[in-house]
Each structure stands twice: as C-alpha cells, then as structure tokens.
C-alpha cells in the first residue's frame, strides 16, 4: 500500500489498475522509467497501455484517443495522460474525478474534451508528490508516476490538491455546415491509414439519401462496411468512434490521398 493513502472519501474507489497514455514511443526507456517509478510506489498496481504513439507534443490526438479509451475500462481505473510541451514550465498538473474515474494530465487543453460538466477538478500539489531531485524535463516520471501510485492505491483527487476552476477547457474541432455539404478536418491517422475526424454525422443527414465524402481532391461514397466497395476502392464511413472517417479498403487511405492531420474532409450529398 502506498504510503500517501489514507482513509479515502466517499466517492472513489481505485481498481488499482492506471492506464497510460503518453507519446513517449517505445525506443527509449521513459515509459519503463515511468511504470518503474509506479511500481516503487505502488507495487499492486495493474497497467494497461493505451498507447505510447501519440504524435510529439500532439495534445489534441492525445484528447481524442483518451475521450474514445477511458470509458472501456472499470470504475476506479486511473488514468495518466502525459503529453506535455510545456514540461518544466509554471503550467499545473489536474487530478480529476469523473464518473467513477480519476486523471492526471497537465493543464493545457488535454482533458477540456474528455471530462464532463460534472468532473471535480484539482491542482496537483506538485511538491507532496514530486520526487527528490525532480527533472524539469521529465515530470512523466518524477510527477506524474508518484501521483498516479497514490490514486491507485486509493487516495481520493481531492486530497491531492486545491479545488480548480480556471483549468484550461478545449473542444475538438466543429464541423461546419457549408453549401457544398459538411466540413470537418482530419484529427486523428491510425496505424491503418484511417483518415478520423471528429464529426458525428447526424441521422438527419444519413436519411437524406446517398451521400459522399470529399478529402485531398478525391471523392468517395459514404457507405455503411468496407465490403460496400470493390477492393483497392476509397470510401467514407462512421468508424468505432461514432464519427467520420475516409478508408481505403484493403489499403492506407493516408498513402493513396497524401493526407495529413488537419486536411478538409467534405460530406455533402452525392450529385445526380
């Protein structure tokens, strides 16, 4: 048991088990330094790996893929998201509760689309947790890991620090309703080329008739499964998060258009 536990409120109940999320890649030994400190800290704890992927510094993928990850997980997970440009700088680190959930992540926008109106918000008290001789280059690991051990082992968000309002919010990008149709941007390229972006096309749309999709100069049809195309054929479709996304069947949608993070996607109605 952690040593910073104590008698914990009503309201959270740690699983024990912390997810994380960070763009630390795999190449070097940050994200072992990390769960290692975590360990020392907490040796019951359970990881699971969201990803460790993310784009360098890219802190709106790193809201979109915890927004569509930490609602799979069982109450009383902890979730640390560790994306960071602003790392040694005067920025605050949040520890929130959510629907049964807690989080840490710094305060620059990453948790704005991912907790609710309901989420109780605090500032990390950094120097309780910090470890002795802190990096100021890597808080992943002398912050964020002790902080984490802490949560895991049951010490409620709001013992860790003071209640926080001014915390910085940020949404995904809206779509906007033009003569030609729906424009979205692409938010989001996985490791199959799946162009994702953030628009939940309304029913009212899908209902409307045949539609079709328009990125980097090339159009496709708006379909329901990848097997509604031929083989090799670019089509749009919702994809698992519910929203928009342009796929090449059998192949990278990314490679055949060219496309990047934050090109135009078009929905509009199939011309007749």
């Known amino acids: 048991m952690n040593k910073l536990a104590t008698e914990t409120p009503v309201g959270w109940r740690s699983s024990g088990i912390v ?21 020392a800290h907490n040796a019951d704890a359970r990881f ?30 902890t979730h640390v998201a560790v994306v960071d440009p602003g790392v040694g700088t005067a920025r605050r680190i949040l520890v929130a509760e959510d ?5 840490l992540a710094p305060d620059n926008g990453l948790l704005g689309p ?4 309901g ?4 500032a990390l008290d950094q120097e309780r947790f910090a470890l002795d001789g802190a990096s100021h280059t890597f808080h992943g690991r002398d912050l964020f890991a002790p902080a984490a051990a802490a949560l895991a082992a049951g010490l409620s968000p709001r013992e860790m620090g003071e209640p926080l309002d001014d915390w910085q919010r940020a949404a995904f990008p809206a779509a906007e309703e033009r003569a030609d149709g729906w424009c979205t ?7 199959f080329g799946n162009l994702i972006t953030p628009f939940e096309v309304p029913a009212a749309l899908r209902d409307e008739g045949p539609l ?3 990125a980097c100069g090339r159009s496709m049809p ?24 342009i796929s090449l069947r059998d192949g990278d949608a990314r490679a055949a258009l060219g496309a990047q993070i934050g090109d135009q996607v078009i929905l509009g109605r199939t011309p007749r």
């Open 48 to 77: 699971v790996d969201i990803t460790h992927a993310v784009d360098p510094q890219s802190v709106t993928q790193a809201s979109w893929l915890l927004a569509h990850a930490w609602r799979r997980f069982p109450d009383g997970t």
């Open 212 to 214: 079709q999709a328009t």
């Open 114 to 117: 991912v907790l609710s109106a």
């Open 19 to 39: 997810s994380l999320l960070t763009d630390f890649g795999l190449a070097d030994a940050y994200v072992g330094e990390l769960k290692g400190v975590l360990l």
């Open 99 to 103: 629907g049964g959930h807690a989080f």
């Open 119 to 122: 989420a109780r918000v605090f």
């Open 222 to 245: 708006f379909v329901s499964t990848y097997a509604d195309v031929a083989m090799g054929d670019l089509l749009a479709l919702l994809g698992s998060c519910g929203t928009l996304e």
């Open 185 to 191: 941007e692409v938010l989001h390229i996985d490791r």
